[in-house]
Nanobody
């Protein structure tokens, strides 16, 4: 069983930065792509960013491109989401997710392709 534990959320002013962390355990971390999604009340979970198993490929939603980066540390079995130039519309609960398939060639943007999820961490950006 895979466990994902997010941390790093909080309250920040617009224009500020936060770094989210997601610590993984329960299977070989380096075999699987990882993703970040976010969700606001009444809305579906929205893709934010993904990183492939090796860390060589990344993908971002248009809304965060140029402001967010994603990285992973295999020694720590942790994936990070560095968020900069935050906007009030970035306010959401952010979830870390692990891909269903090991070594997938293409990064996935649909939540259905990720079968393990963290508990979520709240990010609030004030104007």
């Amino acid at each position: 069983q895979v466990q994902l534990v997010e941390s790093g959320g909080g309250l920040v002013q617009a224009g500020g930065s936060l770094r989210l962390s997601c610590a993984a355990s329960g299977r070989t971390f380096s075999d699987y792509a990882m993703g970040w999604f976010r969700q606001t009340p009444g809305n579906e979970r929205e893709f934010v960013a993904a990183i492939n198993w090796s860390g060589a490929k990344t993908l971002f939603a248009d809304s965060v491109t140029g402001r967010f980066t994603i990285s992973r540390d295999h020694a720590e079995s942790t994936v990070y989401l560095q968020m900069s130039a935050l906007k009030p519309e970035d306010t959401a609960v952010y979830y870390c997710a692990a891909d269903n398939l090991a070594g997938r060639a293409h990064l996935q943007v649909s939540a259905i392709d990720y079968n393990y999820w963290g508990q979520g961490t709240q990010v609030t950006v004030s104007s």
